[in-house]
């Protein structure tokens, strides 16, 4: 059976949301069964099954994660599930100029799941909206490598 993961979304102004369809359409081409949620209105529940990972946020207000993935945080957060079988990437969108904050909504996720025992596979991306390149073409070819690492580990817990 092929791999699936889920890509969970948080944004404000969509960019976020165009990366997580050009990683859908990525993940697809390479026998990843991918599924795009976008955050609003989720609870920590979406994580219940365990299973692979997308988070794909953007950062507002001073480091924020967006509005429409506060509650789906807070919950975590709050509920403190255990998500040992969880496993996950960061795709995290963000602007160098806020110097104190940049990509904070994706290195929080990152730092609140591997808090709950999920298990992060490659680096956190960091895309810098102020570097003038296009992020769903860093994404791209962000996916390719993330990809073979997520099989690897994949097979050695096989
Ligand atoms: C009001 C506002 C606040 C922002 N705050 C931050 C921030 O604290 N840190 C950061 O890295 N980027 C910050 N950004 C930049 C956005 O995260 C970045 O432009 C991102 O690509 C937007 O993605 P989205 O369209 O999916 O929301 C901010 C942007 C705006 C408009």
Not at 6 to 18: D, E, F, K, N
Not at 23 to 36: E, P, Q, S, T, Y
Not at 42 to 51: R, S
Request: hydrophobic letters at 45%; proline letters at 4%; a negative charge.
């Amino acid at each position: 059976m092929e791999p699936r993961l889920t890509i969970l979304v948080g944004t404000m102004t969509g960019t976020a949301q165009l990366v997580a369809d050009e990683l859908g359409d990525a993940l697809n081409a390479h026998g990843v069964a991918a599924r795009i949620l976008p955050m609003d209105g989720l609870d920590a529940g979406v994580f219940a099954g365990g299973g692979a990972f997308l988070i794909c946020t953007s950062t507002y207000g001073q480091g924020d994660v967006p509005d429409n993935a506060q509650k789906l945080y807070a919950d975590l957060e709050r509920t403190r599930p255990d998500l040992q079988t969880v496993v996950f990437g960061v795709f995290a969108l963000g602007d160098r100029t806020y110097a104190q904050t940049f990509c904070f909504g994706g290195k929080r996720f990152d730092a609140l799941l591997q808090s709950l025992g999920a298990r992060r596979i490659g680096e956190v991306m960091l895309h810098d909206a102020s570097a003038g390149t296009i992020p769903e073409e860093v994404a791209v070819a962000w996916i390719g490598p993330w990809i073979d690492q997520f099989r690897r580990a994949r097979d050695r817990a096989a």
